[in-house]
């Protein structure tokens, strides 16, 4: 059920409700304490602008729809530079807009929470889902040298717990972090359940905020270092700051690892179609198992490395919406120590289970014979 009425939640805690994939990312930052949010709709991402446009100002935050991208994000940069729980949210096209914004805020150090809900492209492409912003996401959201950490969510309360971790991040770390999901997420329906909701006059304002020097000594939040030798040396803080982040903050998950000799990777939408492939496969006593990234940045590369070593894996097929990017982080992750394959779609479709079966019998007729057992897999 969802309440109305003012000063209520919209829903309730502890309830089961069915929501739209958007909606219930919204949802999730009103809940962590989001008072401040600036975007510019774009399908498939639409419907989050929507609910905030709805529900901002009945729990006293501020909402602007401005009037592009670009305004977006520098008034994403203006609010959270304040020390409020600030974001925005577009897709594809509208998150390339806002890429000078992304680094002046990485540079600056003010954390802030970012939404790409993919669609396809190059260019204007098509309004499809798609994962074709990884290059993007992990290598390429702005100029210079700037990371920002990137959450990969598989399901809708993936995409509602995550929310709530991508504020708790940007603020430990003074970094934006970017929620990064594509349109069958956004668009589609499931089960979620909140289960927490932060008041915004609980969280401490950071020492850093530009609140106003009154009885304090002047704060300043910038990007600008005209000095070669003071920016090198803020440079060097940022690198340290992102080695610490690959030290601490890598997630994956991984599924019916024993006995298997062919490994699954992939994120998001793809990994609920490898899931179900992997199970199919299971069906015919093919050895399959799956590794998900649920953070790309940091990537878990040593995790992914040691399950290769460990569980004697023969073969990777890497599975996206795309003509292949993941599958580069994989190659490098493996370093050679088995064969990687790519299966993908380019244009919009999401691939049907059977399909990624077909190319996973592939993969399993190159293997060399075993006089193993078939075994049957599970969650690990």
Known sequence: MVTEVLGEPHVPLGERVLMKGNEALAEAALKAGCRA???????????????????MQVEGGTFVQPESEVAAINMVFGAAGTGMRAMTASSSPGISLMSEGVSFLAAAEVPCLIVNIMRVGPGLGGIQPSQSDYFQATRGLGHGDFRVIVLVPANLQEMVDLTFDAFSLAEAY??????LADGVLGQMMEPVTFTR???????????????????????????????????EEHNRSLQEKYRRIEQAEVRWKTYALEG???????????????????????ERDIPVGLFRPITVYPYPYDALREVVQQRGIEHILVVELSAGQMVEDVRLAVEGRCPVSFFGRSGGTIPAPLEVLEAIRNVAEELPATGAAPRKGGAS
Do not use: C, N
């Not at 020492?207 to 920016?231: F, H, I, M, N, Q």
């Open 37 to 55: 949010y600036f975007g510019y709709p774009i399908t498939p991402a639409s419907e989050i602008t929507s609910y905030m446009a709805r529900w």
């Open 197 to 231: 909701a932060i008041d915004p006059a609980s969280l401490q304002e950071p020492e850093w905020a530009t609140t106003g020097a009154s009885g304090r000594p002047k704060r300043v939040v910038k990007s600008l270092y005209l000095d070669p030798a003071e920016l």
């Open 260 to 282: 298997a000799r062919i490994l699954l990777v992939a994120y998001g939408t793809s990994a609920r179609v490898a899931y179900h492939a992997m199970e199919l496969a299971e």
């Open 174 to 179: 003074r970094i934006p972090v970017l929620l």
